[in-house]
């Protein structure tokens, strides 16, 4: 199976119809989808990762072999660390789905937008409000 980013990218984007409304309840059942098999991939690697280390976790007797295979588990760890907090984005954004949130700025309660929102499905931040968090967060406003 391909990593998350891969999967977001190909998974089909939803097409307006002309006259629909924002959110409407259709495209909140495609997010919804998108969200869930988002989370069941994710779920996927995770179990891979853990078979994976299972089954090649005899220590080699070279220490350069080692010491790359603790590299590789260690990044694999990371990866899914991320992914942990990924689940979590997944899970908020499920539960805006629920309260009718989902797809407005958290901070202006604007449209986040279609296009973004199929690029990052768990986005709770207009680009514009995102780009000044991070601009404060780069001056130490926060």
Same mark, same amino acid.
């Given at each position: 199976m391909e990593d998350s980013t891969d999967f977001i990218e190909n998974y089909p984007k939803y097409e307006m119809k002309p006259g629909e409304e924002y959110m409407s309840r259709e495209m909140l059942e495609h997010f919804k989808e998108k969200l869930l098999a988002w989370k069941k991939q994710l779920y996927w690697e995770a179990e891979n990762t853990v078979k994976h280390l299972r089954t090649d976790s005899s220590t080699p007797a070279d220490p350069n072999d080692r010491a790359s295979q603790e590299e590789e588990f260690a990044l694999e760890?990371?990866? /899914?660390?991320?992914? /942990?907090? #990924?689940?979590?984005?997944?899970?908020?954004? #499920? /539960?805006?789905?629920e309260s009718g949130d989902y797809g407005y700025c958290k901070i202006s309660g604007d449209e986040i937008g279609? &296009?973004?929102?199929? &690029?990052?499905?768990?986005?709770?931040?207009?680009?514009e409000m995102k780009t000044k968090q991070e601009i404060r967060e780069k001056q130490g406003i926060v």
């Open positions: 760890l990371r990866t /899914r660390d991320r992914e /942990r907090k #990924l689940i979590s984005k997944i899970d908020k954004s #499920l /539960r805006d789905i279609l &296009a973004r929102m199929e &690029a990052r499905p768990t986005a709770t931040m207009t680009v």
